[in-house]
Structures are given as C-alpha cells and as structure tokens.
C-alpha cells in the first residue's frame, strides 16, 4: 500500500511540475521564437530572421538587431521579453515587444539506475529531475530515493544528491534541479552505487555523440 502511494504521489508531482513549467517555462537551446515589436516590422521575426524565426543556439545565447546577443539561460518568456525592452529602450522609445515560442528545443539526458526504463531522453516542456524520472518510466521498487546523483556533463564540482522524498512528501522543488543538455541522473540501489562500472561508460558515451554533433 505504502509503494502505491508514494508511486501515486510521483505521478501527481510530475504532473504538477509540468503544469507550473507550461505557466513558468524555463527556455533552452533549440527554442524557435516569434518574437515582435510594435511598430517596427524591420526588428520582427518574418522580416529580420532567417526561416521567419529566431532560433536560441546551443550556447543559450540568441542574436537580435540593434543590441547583439541575449543570454537566455534560465531565463522564463516574460524575464526575456523584458530584458529585450530594457535593452532596446537605448535606441528605441518605449518598445512593445511580445514573445511567443513557435517551437520548444529539446535537452537531452541520461537516466539510468534504478528507474523503469534507463537510457537517453530528450526533455521538452520541463527540463527537470521529476520530468526526466517521468520520462524513464518512473523509478523501481529497489531504487534509494534518498541517494539519487545528478552529474553535469561538465563534470564540475561533486555529483549533485537528490533526495526524491523530499520532493514528493514533502514538496521541496529546490531539489527538482534543471537539467541541461548530456547531464546525467542516477538512481541508486539501496545507497550503492559504483561510478566506474555504471556512471562512466555512459559519460564516455555522450561526449562522443557531443563531439560528433560538433564536428557534423
């Protein structure tokens, strides 16, 4: 009864997680924007990028006419559109711009360990732990909720520990980390957990698909 109920409240989680992603979406590399200024078809998206839109790079950076680049990360629609009517307001007077996104950019991880279905995903909507666990099936019956590891592809700094029950008893989303693009999500077997033999192959594995993809 107990595993019912903890399984029932992952599956609430990731579906609110999703909704206050689709009211706060964070935005990513790959998102294709219609973005518009009033007044000034020149600086809108059909007249002045290519394919009628502008495309968020895989930097997180997006060029835009007049102030030259925007780093989008972790920036959400309105903090963007914002920042674009601070920085025009230097060469234009009180500038209107709305923002729409025609098309959502994918961030593709690894989930592996104790979830259903372990393996390679590509995130949309949300890019976070419970999506990403979501994605995968959800966890087993022997997964350590409390001892899941997040690495970043970067490898900066110690895994990051997660602790599911956290998030889903007791609603602490500061644990439901964004993800970006080649991380890593572990989930341990009772606590155990052994990086060379699980964690690195795989590491391995995505940086020879990233330098691949960069060298196309």
């Given amino acids: 009864m107990k595993k019912k109920v903890i399984a029932l409240l992952?599956?609430?989680?990731?579906?609110?997680?999703s909704m206050a992603q689709a009211g706060e979406y964070i935005m990513c590399p790959g998102d294709a924007l219609d973005i518009t200024v009033l007044g000034h078809e020149d600086l809108s998206t059909v007249t002045a990028a290519p394919e009628g839109k502008y495309i968020v790079r895989p930097d997180g950076k997006l060029s835009f006419p007049l102030i030259g680049e925007v780093d989008i990360?972790?920036?959400?629609?309105?903090?963007?559109?914002?920042?674009?009517?601070?920085?025009?307001s230097a060469y234009l007077v009180n500038p209107q711009i709305t923002v729409n996104i025609?098309?959502?950019?994918?961030?593709r991880v690894y989930v592996l360990g104790e979830v259903k279905n372990p393996g390679l995903y590509e995130l949309d909507k949300a890019h976070n732990v419970l999506d990403a666990i979501g994605k995968a099936q959800?966890?087993?019956?022997?997964?350590?909720?409390?001892?899941?590891?997040?690495?970043?592809?970067?490898?900066?700094?110690?895994?990051?520990?997660?602790?599911l029950n956290d998030i889903l008893k007791k609603g602490d989303v500061s644990q439901n980390y964004a993800l970006t693009e080649g991380d890593l999500?572990?989930?341990t077997s009772n606590g155990r957990i052994d990086f060379a033999k699980d964690i690195m192959p795989f590491i391995s594995g995505a940086y020879m698909v990233s330098e691949i993809n960069n060298n196309d």
Avoid at 10 to 16: D, L, N, R
Avoid at 102 to 107: C, F, H, V
Avoid at 148 to 158: P, R, S, T
């Fill in 102 to 107: 025609a098309k959502l950019g994918t961030t």
């Fill in 185 to 187: 999500l572990y989930l």
């Fill in 10 to 17: 992952f599956a609430c989680a990731v579906a609110m997680s």
């Fill in 138 to 163: 959800g966890f087993t019956k022997d997964a350590a909720k409390k001892k899941v590891f997040l690495i970043h592809k970067d490898h900066n700094g110690e895994p990051i520990k997660v602790n």
């Fill in 73 to 88: 990360t972790g920036m959400t629609i309105a903090q963007f559109t914002q920042a674009l009517e601070q920085r025009l």
